[in-house]
């Protein structure tokens, strides 16, 4: 019996949204007397990166990774090189803002491919981007979610088509070696620098509910003073996007120019997902 599973980072919830119905879909698109649907692995929170995840032949997992400056998150890198792909079946996703994916993809390609895992398809989805409401807003959305699931029944196919047998490599676009990391630039190719940049309180608004607590992936937030942000901030805006209250904001001049130059130069056009297999 082959497992199939969905094993993702997922600060907003659109990479983890993506992941499960493609994993879901897959399981109901292969025989279910050889293949079942196990638990899925959400190593968003921190505790989850310090566990050393093994695989074996067989597994099909279904990982994913939102894209952060056009690559995989680079907080990320060291717990993915502890990953035990043991010849499993792998399918890489990722998530990114209607700007673009870049080098994130092939990225996330290569490192799972080093790690062990045969890669069987690959897809790129659009989910509303971290720093706006307003660009890719309320992505994945429904025509999102029915090209996940037919991604997810030819990838079952394939899978069924390999009987057993290791597939071939897939190409999927992007760069080798990889390209940097995307620095934020306004419209007139100027460099916006947002990398100190953190959300602050309106402690008028904050009831102490700890939701920004459990949101967010670095474990910046404290229990003891939610809402304030003492460590490392990826602007992942999960604590931000998941305040009940709207409590938690920024101010900084450079992010909120560079949040509108996203908006103004790429929320008038419609990206659609990539899939490759």
Do not use: Q
């Not at 894209?67 to 010849?87: C, D, H, M, S, Y």
């Not at 079952?156 to 290791?166: F, K, P, T, V, Y």
């Not at 080798?176 to 602050?200: A, C, F, M, Q, S």
């Not at 604590?239 to 130059?261: R, S």
Request: hydrophobic letters at 40%; proline letters at 6%; glycine letters at 8%.
């Amino acid at each position: 019996m082959k497992t199939i599973r969905g094993m993702f980072f997922s600060g907003t919830g659109t990479t983890e949204k993506t992941v499960k119905l493609i994993a879901e879909e897959m399981a109901a698109a292969l025989p279910e007397t050889a293949f079942a649907k196990a638990d899925d692995i959400d190593f968003t929170p921190p505790e989850a990166r310090k566990e050393i995840y093994a695989f074996g032949e067989d597994d099909i997992v279904v990982f994913g990774t939102p894209v952060i400056a056009g690559r995989v998150p680079n907080v990320l890198l060291k717990f993915l090189n502890t990953l035990e792909g043991g010849e499993a079946l792998a399918v890489p996703v990722v998530l990114y803002g209607n700007r673009n994916y870049d080098d994130a993809l092939i990225e996330l390609r290569n490192i799972l491919e080093d790690r062990g895992f045969h890669i069987v398809a690959a897809a790129a989805f659009i989910g509303e981007h971290s720093f706006s409401k307003v660009l890719a807003a309320g992505r994945p959305d429904a025509e999102d979610m029915a090209c996940a699931t037919e991604f997810a029944k030819a990838v079952a196919a394939r899978i069924e088509s390999l009987d057993g047998n290791i597939p071939e490599p897939i190409e999927v676009r992007g760069e080798t070696p990889v390209r940097d990391y995307y620095k934020p630039r306004d419209r007139h190719g100027e460099h916006i620098n947002i990398l100190k940049v953190k959300p602050k309180l309106d402690e008028s608004r904050c009831t102490g509910c700890g939701k920004c607590v459990s949101a967010c992936p670095m474990g910046s937030i404290k229990e003891s003073a939610p809402g304030v942000v003492d460590g490392i901030c990826i602007k992942c805006c999960g604590c931000e996007k998941k305040c009940p209250e709207g409590a938690l904001y920024f101010d900084d001049p450079g992010y909120l120019y560079h949040k509108e130059e996203l908006e103004y130069l790429y929320a008038g056009t419609r990206r659609e997902p990539e899939v490759f297999i």
